[in-house]
Nanobody, 120 residues
């Protein structure tokens, strides 16, 4: 079973920065897509950014130019650098990996979520 562990959330003032990390453990053959999602109170979970194995990226319009997604394939780890944070970025952030496990079966795993709060 592939498990994801997130880190890096916290409280930051508007205009500040945070870097989230998501590391996978377990038997992994390959990871195709990695993504960050977020869910604010009373709202549905939304896509923030995704990155393919080859490094292609896609961002929600609300974070373009402020957030950067990256991955380290050798470490099965993904990052989200968040700059110029706004109060509306406040949410629980979840990571998601889609790939093939060591038994050559597909997997779709989620992290436990990490709270990001942007407030003065």
């Amino acid at each position: 079973q592939v498990q994801l562990v997130e880190s890096g959330g916290g409280l930051v003032q508007p205009g500040g920065s945070l870097r989230l990390s998501c590391a996978a453990s377990g038997s992994i053959f390959s990871i195709n897509a990695m993504g960050w999602y977020r869910q604010a109170p009373g709202k549905q979970r939304e896509l923030v950014a995704v990155i393919t194995r080859g490094g292609s990226t896609n961002y929600a319009d609300s974070v373009k130019g402020r957030f950067t997604i990256s991955r380290d394939n050798a470490k099965n780890t993904m990052y989200l650098q968040m700059n110029t944070l706004k109060p509306e970025d406040t949410a629980v952030y979840y990571c998601n990996f889609v790939g093939t496990n060591g038994n050559h079966r597909p997997f779709n795993s989620w992290g436990q979520g990490t709270q990001v709060t942007v407030s003065s």
